[in-house]
């Protein structure tokens, strides 16, 4: 019919006020579907943080200066490096009587500045709770005198020891549940998109208008037969 395929936003709107009822469930299942995954089928993590504070020794004597803080800074840098390498990661893997290798603690470690200062966090996420805490105090324990011994240079101490995580770190199942909603949303959405462009059904004298510079010369009404029967009191 040579129909334009331009989107119609206000057929787009009549369709999902049409569907609406499939638009909510659509929605409802696939957060429903993404709560169940991310709370029943995805392995819970669980995260234990330690805390370290790097210092230059040489202003243990004399007093911190700014030009010692920045010292510092840099040196959070390297020790962090330092830190994931063999050399310490080895020492941890037997410290915490090798139920772990190195390159396995690699993959569960983090470690990063604390907002940009000398001290940082060093953080341990895995499936079990006692294991994140106990690698993550192994590290602790292990890192600052292997640090030392490569860097020479500076000093590490712990601030904070990591304490056995109570609640998983993730999954996020609030977030996956919304996101998963949203998806459904959206999907319903575009399949409503989709159905506009591409329907070249006839609905009403608008679409007829609208496709043609014609004028409308009549519209033939809807007539309920049942009604009509009745009037002329013919039986059904």
């Not at 324990?141 to 011994?149: G, L, Q, Y």
């Not at 490569?150 to 995580?165: L, Q, R």
């Not at 989709?194 to 009404?221: K, W």
Request: glycine letters at 6%.
């Amino acid at each position: 019919m040579g129909m334009s395929q331009e989107l119609d936003l206000v057929k787009v709107f009549h369709i999902l006020r049409r569907k609406c009822w499939f638009l909510i469930i659509v929605t409802v299942l696939m957060g429903c579907a993404a709560y169940c995954i991310s709370a029943y089928a995805i392995t819970k993590q669980y995260s234990a943080t330690a805390s370290l504070y790097v210092y230059n020794e040489a202003s243990q004597a004399n007093g911190i200066t700014y030009s010692d803080l920045t010292t510092s800074q840099e040196l959070v840098q390297t020790y962090i490096v330092v830190l994931k390498s063999d050399t310490v990661l080895n020492e941890v893997s037997k410290e915490i009587g090798g139920t772990y290798t190195a390159a396995q603690i690699r993959g569960m470690l983090s470690a990063s500045a604390i907002n940009s200062t000398e001290a940082f966090d060093v953080t341990i996420t895995c499936a079990n709770p006692e294991d994140a805490k106990n690698i993550a105090n192994a590290i602790a324990d292990v890192a600052p005198a292997e640090i030392i011994r490569v860097v020479k240079a500076g000093s590490v101490e712990v601030i904070d020891y990591a304490t056995t995580p109570t609640a998983p770190s993730s999954p996020n199942v609030r977030r996956n549940t919304a996101i998963g909603a949203l998806i459904g949303l959206v999907l319903t959405v575009i399949i409503a998109v989709l159905e506009a462009m591409f329907d070249t059904v006839i609905h009403s004298e608008e679409d007829l208008t609208a496709l043609f510079a014609l004028p409308i010369i009549g519209i033939i009404p809807t007539i309920d037969i049942s009604e009509s029967r009745e009037g002329y009191g013919i039986d059904k």
